[in-house]
T-cell receptor
Framework: QKEVEQNSGPLSVPEGAIASLNCTYS??????FFWYRQYSGKSPELIMFIYSNGDKEDGRFTAQLNKASQYVSLLIRDSQPSDSATYLC??????????????FGKGTKLSVKP | DVKVTQSSRYLVKRTGEKVFLECVQDMDHENMFWYRQDPGLGLRLIYFSYDVKMKEKGDIPEGYSVSREKKERFSLILESASTNQTSMYLCASSLVSGTLVAGELFFGEGSRLTVL
């Protein structure tokens, strides 16, 4: 059974701090990794994806991937109250073969306090 | 912008009723998915389809069926609704795998189903 694990939180950080969200996955053959943000009562939306080991930065967001440790993380710099949401980690079992079928973690709830 | 539209935002049905949830996407995506989302359980895949008239079971297909007669439309059917099918149902679509955006799912707004 392929699994994606996340700390459910809630993770509470003060405004302006760095929020660090973590995710581990069980399928060593996984190739592509995604972070979705879901506001309360809304549907998930993609904010980052990463395929290669290392860091990938997009504005205030940085995704980090370590395939040897089967670990992916999302850093949010200068956290804002508007970042308060549930963050879902998702893993595609095989790049180019999964038809986009993702395995989702249960999500980490982030709360940014003004 | 990609748009995935789910026909009903809120539904209330009785046990044993047949329920249809409709989903339409306007970006010519090959793949379409139905998930349900429950507190503490996360998103769970019910069925997906990678082509017209094609369907594949996800992790929790029991009690559900699907129909994809046209590329843009993917329907979820509950043949005989039960109370344990009370949930938020999310439809999603994506481009075919093998592209750089493989795995980018575009979700509809969700259909909250209550079965009494």
């Amino acid at each position: 059974q392929k699994e994606v694990e996340q700390n459910s939180g809630p993770l509470s950080v003060p405004e302006g701090a760095i929020a660090s969200l973590n995710c581990t996955y069980s399928d060593r053959g996984s190739q592509s990794f995604f972070w979705y943000r879901q506001y309360s009562g809304k549907s998930p939306e993609l904010i980052m994806f990463i395929y290669s080991n290392g860091d990938k930065e997009d504005g205030r967001f940085t995704a980090q991937l370590n395939k040897a440790s089967q670990y992916v993380s999302l850093l949010i710099r200068d956290s804002q109250p508007s970042d308060s949401a549930t963050y879902l980690c998702a893993v595609a079992p095989n790049y180019g073969g999964s038809q986009g079928n993702l395995i989702f973690g249960k999500g980490t709830k982030l709360s940014v306090k003004p | 912008d990609v748009k995935v539209t789910q026909s009903s935002r809120y539904l209330v049905k009785r046990t044993g009723e047949k329920v249809f949830l409709e989903c339409v996407q306007d970006m010519d995506h090959e793949n379409m998915f139905w998930y349900r989302q429950d507190p503490g359980l996360g998103l769970r895949l019910i069925y997906f389809s990678y082509d017209v008239k094609m369907k594949e079971k996800g992790d929790i297909p029991e009690g559900y069926s699907v129909s994809r007669e046209k590329k843009e439309r993917f329907s979820l059917i509950l043949e005989s609704a039960s109370t344990n099918q009370t949930s938020m149902y999310l439809c999603a679509s994506s481009l075919v795998s093998g592209t750089l955006v493989a795995g980018e799912l575009f979700f509809g707004e969700g259909s909250r189903l209550t079965v009494l």
